[in-house]
């Protein structure tokens, strides 16, 4: 495959020191974008936004122009949500978008209200991004004072209000719904779909679209520069550029925007303008195609184009653009054991299966990595897993509210299908493998 | 110092009105809150459930389910050591090592002397530039154990103060909006709201 010219779309201001500010903003031709989409009816931005084929870049890859056609007609008020919560582990890219060109984000918000016809659009970002929350209700000053947001936007009696909300730290309010409770002022615990799709029950049970930040970020650009420009880049299946964070055991990480479909596994992580390749001319172990919850891909994946149809039949995910690379020298038992961890860390605790299942997971993992661990304990945390993600599928079978349980086996599956010799040792070799002085009289 | 203030409440009722149903503010008051003490009590907590007519139970419920509230005093910097897949691969635990060193703390603690408390935290989103830290949410990429020494060294003496202010600020930028460039339509047609 290759490393592709095509250009860049939403990262254009992030080397530009007043990318953030409105001047240098409308000085590179932010707002035009929505100036033009005001003089033409919402359906025809509607429209672009359905031809640029432009999947969701939240996780779960839905095409937003489907998704904003789904609100029922007639149905007011509705609301339109930005979800700036990431935190989906190894994911680094909607921080940067809100930090760095924030007035594009918020141009996203208002085409896309206004193709939706939403009054009123909330930007939940996440709690712990502080400077990401300045320079947004820094942007949004400035937007209101200009005209741009608010009452009779750009004289052109159109109008609507963008609020910048705020969170507190779980993780569990990246999912959508989970989103909604907790801007509604409630613990943010998922909500049963069906039937609390948002975009039929969301916000106070009114028709609500859930977008991701980054998914926002292109609209300014197909609205301009047309969606059949957008749909023109990637392949029929993955359109456009999208964001990858490449973190991990790579010569250089970083945050690549590049050409979906056409641009593979193998050319992000080795290619000289991406990653370099692995450190210290090292060899590949695994890498996390898409963030925590995805199942590890390993060599044999590397030629894979960076597509959602793609990743999706070969067993594991794009989700949200996190690839986490892995070397040789990585112990599979400890990354495995981390990443298991976060899920028991962050379970809302509304389903059985994924409130004790993780907790056990996380417990038994750890009494491996101590040296404690019994022979029994890989069929038992498979068994455990079972429970949580019956038959160990991918997509997994779900039996709990939202995808956090199964998520929760994808490094255990993964890790312990592949590199089983490697939790075996730990056991058999007990606290002397594991390096930790046996003390006389102590536990066990 | 424990109810809002009256500024605080003055901007607690700004807050409010921007949202269609009242209930809605309780995340952001609750950091009002804890911005004013640098952690949240339970008189600002019944301040908060008065102006928004819930029961305090209603607003512990809320608050108890989010990280980042604290509900008793927690030092003037709050240092989170991310140790996340990412940061795990890049050293993230023995920057976390180093720095309960450095501070004489172990993860979930402060320091005699109440200027730090140190947590093991889960991803950030910087994942590309790990090992990294936090102070009061101020970002640290790439940090070494060196840099973690100066910062401590700078935040002790005060040098740091301008860049990151004590516990409980995240933004100290709000949002404000003129009450003639409000649009004030976005509940327009919704039911009234129901407690
Ligand atoms: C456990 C969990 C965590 C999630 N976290 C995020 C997140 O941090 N940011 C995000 O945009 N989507 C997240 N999602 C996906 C959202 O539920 C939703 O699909 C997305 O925000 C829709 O936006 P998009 O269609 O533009 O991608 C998460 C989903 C799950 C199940
Ligand atoms: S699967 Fe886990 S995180 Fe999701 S709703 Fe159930 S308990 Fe909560
Ligand atoms: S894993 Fe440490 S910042 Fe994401």
Redesign the interface.
Known sequence: MAVTDAPKIITTRFDQADGHTLAGYERTGGYAALRAALGRTPAEVLDEVKAANIQGRGGAGFPAGTKWGFLPADV??R?LVVNGD???????K??LLMERDPHQLIEGVLLASYAVDA??AFIYV??????A??RL??A??EA??A?L???DIAGSGW???V?????????IVGEETALIE???????MPRLKPPFFPAVKGL?M?PTIVNNVETLANIPWIVTNGGAAFAALGTEESAGMRLF?????VRN???YEVEMGKTTFRDLIEAPVYGGGIRNGGTLKAF?PGG?SAPWFFEEHLDLPLSKATVDKAGSMLGSG?V?V?DDT?DAV??CA??VR?FA??SCGKCTPCREGTTWLHQILQRILAGDGRPSDLELLMDVSDNISPGITWPPKQTTICPLGPSAVSPIASALRRFRPEFEAYIAGGRHAAAVPVEVGARG | MARLSPENEVLARQIIGRYPRSRSALIPLLHVAQEQDGWVTDEAMGHIGELLGLSSAEVLGTCSFYEMFKREPVGTYLVNVCTNISCQLLGGEELLEHVEERLGVKAGATTADGMFTVEDVECIAACTEAPCLQVNYRYFHRITHAAFDTLVDDLRAGRRSDEIPTHGTTTRVRQHVPADRWAGVGADGLAPEVR
Not at chain 1, 126 to 131: H, I, K, L, N, Q
Not at chain 1, 245 to 249: D, Q
Request: proline share 4%; no cysteine.
């Open positions: 007011h008020p609301y990431e935190s989906e582990p190894g994911t680094y909607d921080r009054k009123q996440r709690g712990e991004m502080a400077v929350q300045e209700a820094t949004l000053n209101y004072a005209g947001v608010g009452r109008s609507m209000d609020i910048l909300h705020w969170g507190a730290g779980a993780y907790s801007l509604e002022g409630r613990r943010g106070y009114q964070a490449l973190s991990g055991h990480p970083g945050v996390i925590a996190a986490v892995m990585t400890k990354a981390r990443v976060f860390h962050e």
